[in-house]
């Protein structure tokens, strides 16, 4: 059952919502700002219902100081004087929903009933092990297909060839590189990594190979390019496959005699680099096209490293997503994901791959931030992009949402209407 604390000066707005929930839920009333903040530190409250206008310590105040100590209830405020302002800054502040008044007790109720259900089901399930290693750019090989994958990497590591990494969009190929790059003999070097596509096309030849000053309009002093800073390290070139053809041509030069001339230079220098490409188109079928140099194709690929998209290591999913709730979580309180947001992410295609399951997590963390479970609705997963359900996970949801439909659509993190026509499909009354 939820303690909850209601915050308002005004007698009457006070036992009206005390009247409402004091049946349902476990609840105690604070006079004022200043009486709730005592009570805080006596008592701890699942959620605070606190009015905006009040005197000495407004709603305002309340949550930031309830912030600043620590407490991490969930919060909710409510005003009859508010605005778009109001509303951002308690947002910002850390409440969890902002209540104008006159509202629906309705509507608070349902309010409470979410947040319960988020938080008993934290209680029930294990707790997340938080890793205290963590560290940036870590790569998680749970699954076989992408455990081949890193004994590609280190064999591919310990030599100098170069390497052509291919694959979707998303699907990690920096990460993979930089990994090559750490465990490679030039790990103290520098790694340095170029998106060909990021930059303008008029650009890109000069900001390679650097240039001269006086070169052309604008070339006040010389400059080396990506690949004199990539000396003694490694160079990471992403989406070679789209360079422009006279670039190839250079490209394949610098390839070939391992020295390059900056754009108004009239000497070449020497280079001692390690080189990574990166595309995530076909690049045979581009040079049957005759869009891609076959010369510069070959040179490119003495070593090659696929990178399966996530659809294809569904072993790694829930611990990738683990992983980038531990990198985001900034909001001083233990966050993990439900057992239905589990099931849903393994049912999930990932279009976008492991940057979309980045960006899934990092927006579901905003929204659980208070709750400390991400639960399916949390994901704002795209429908069309989710595995059918079978009707075994149809029942199985319906019975533990006690045959409310409505519920069960929630459990599975779909809509009523898909819930409704996968009924229709199994026959199920």
Known sequence: MLKVLIVDDDKNSREVIKLALERIYEVEVALNGVHALELMKKNSYDVVICDYVMNEVDGIEVLKKMRKSGNNAVFILITAFGSSDTAIKAIQEGAFEYLSKPFKMSKLKQILAEIEKSLSEKKKEEAVETNKDFEDE????????????????????????????????????????????????????????????????????????????????????????????????????????DLEFDLQVKL?????????????????????????????????????????????????????????????????????????????????????????????????????????????????????????????????????????????EILDALKKAGNNRKKAAEILGISRATFYRLLKKFSIE
Do not use: W
């Open 252 to 392: 394949l030069r610098v390839l070939q005699e391992n020295c390059v001339r900056r754009v108004g230079g009239m000497k070449d220098i020497k280079l001692d680099v390690r080189y990574i490409f990166a595309t995530n188109v076909d690049l045979e079928q581009k040079v049957a096209e005759g869009k891609f140099r076959a010369d510069l194709y070959y040179r490119l690929k003495v070593a090659e490293i696929r990178v399966p998209p996530l659809r294809e290591r569904t072993e790694d999913i829930i611990p990738l997503a683990n992983y980038f709730i531990k990198k985001y979580n900034f909001y001083n309180r233990e966050i993990r994901l439900s057992q239905g947001a589990e099931r849903l992410l393994l049912k999930y295609r990932f279009p976008g791959n492991v940057r979309e399951l980045e960006n899934i997590i990092r927006a579901s963390l905003i929204k659980a931030r208070y709750t400390g479970v991400i639960m399916p609705g949390d994901l704002g997963l795209k429908e069309e992009h989710i595995k059918e359900l079978n009707r075994e």
């Open 138 to 241: 870590q790569i998680i090989a749970d699954s076989p297909v992408f455990l081949e994958v890193l004994k590609q990497m280190a064999r591919i590591a310990s030599s100098d060839v170069p390497v052509l990494i291919t694959g979707e969009s998303g699907v990690g190929k920096e990460v993979v590189a930089k990994s090559i790059h750490k465990y490679s003999k030039r790990k103290k070097g520098p790694f340095v990594a170029v998106n060909c596509n990021a930059i303008p096309p008029s650009l890109l030849e000069s900001e390679l190979f650097g240039y001269e000053k006086g070169a052309f309009t604008g070339a006040d002093k010389s400059k080396p390019g990506y690949f004199e800073q990539a000396q003694k390290g490694t160079l990471f070139l992403d989406e070679i496959g």
